[in-house]
T-cell receptor, first 113, second 114 residues
Framework: EAQVTQNPRYLITVTGKKLTVTCSQN?????MSWYRQDPGLGLRQIYY???????DKGDVPEGYKVSRKEKRNFPLILESPSPNQTSLYFC????????????FGEGSWLTVV | SQKIEQNSEALNIQEGKTATLTCNYT??????LQWYRQDPGRGPVFLLL?????KEKRKERLKVTFDTTLKQSLFHITASQPADSATYLC?????????????FGQGTTLQVKP
């Protein structure tokens, strides 16, 4: 079954404590991406990756890092989380990038206190 | 920069009627435009992709049109059912043909009443 798996699904953390949200896909997709969704602001792209070792900024990259060492994994790293990063996060993948079906994960609810 | 506008007001219709949702974009016309369905707390689910050289695309009860002159896409659900109640998002690739930036509208919530 085609899947994008995110972990953790729910997390409450404290300001400044580094955390990583993992994302894994089982479809051998080249393209992967991270989004955050906030009320009234919709889905906004944080980072994307065209392929292994190729990453680039989306519209809201500040405060986040990513890496793409393997094709299937695209972790999102919050080095020093702040309360304004409290949000619902989605990982997605597709192939081919622009015309293929984009699959989204189930989301990760992150609260920073 | 490229922007997408969807009607932020919820659309309430009666079961069996046709729902029509609008997606307007600014600046240049994208090569592809996509529509997604999102249920509360869940990830978006891809529905349809339409290319710039396609005027219309259909899939079962869904129909999407793409007017590059008006810079607008319309999304229709015919014979709507309460199970169609959800938020519908349009999205497009922003930038060059090699872009990896995918931008979304804020979505329109559809409520189908029995």
């Amino acid at each position: 079954e085609a899947q994008v798996t995110q972990n953790p699904r729910y997390l409450i953390t404290v300001t400044g404590k580094k955390l990583t949200v993992t994302c894994s896909q089982n479809m051998n997709h080249e393209y992967m991406s991270w989004y955050r969704q906030d009320p009234g602001l919709g889905l906004r792209q944080i980072y994307y990756s065209m392929n292994v070792e190729v990453t680039d900024k989306g519209d809201v990259p500040e405060g986040y890092k990513v890496s793409r060492k393997e094709k299937r994994n695209f972790p999102l790293i919050l080095e020093s989380p702040s309360p304004n990063q409290t949000s619902l996060y989605f990982c997605a993948s597709s192939s081919p990038r622009q015309t293929g079906t984009i699959y989204f994960g189930e989301g990760s609810w992150l609260t920073v206190v | 920069s490229q922007k997408i506008e969807q009607n932020s007001e919820a659309l309430n219709i009666q079961e069996g009627k046709t729902a029509t949702l609008t997606c307007n974009y600014t600046n240049y016309s994208p090569a592809y435009l996509q529509w997604y369905r999102q249920d509360p707390g869940r990830g978006p689910v891809f529905l349809l992709l339409i290319r710039e050289n396609e005027k219309e695309k259909r899939k079962e009860r869904l129909k999407v049109t793409f007017d590059t002159t008006l810079k607008q896409s319309l999304f229709h659900i015919t014979a709507s059912q309460p199970a169609d109640s959800a938020t519908y998002l349009c999205a497009l690739w922003s930038g060059s043909s090699n872009t990896g930036k995918l931008i979304f509208g804020q979505g329109t919530t559809l409520q189908v009443k029995p």
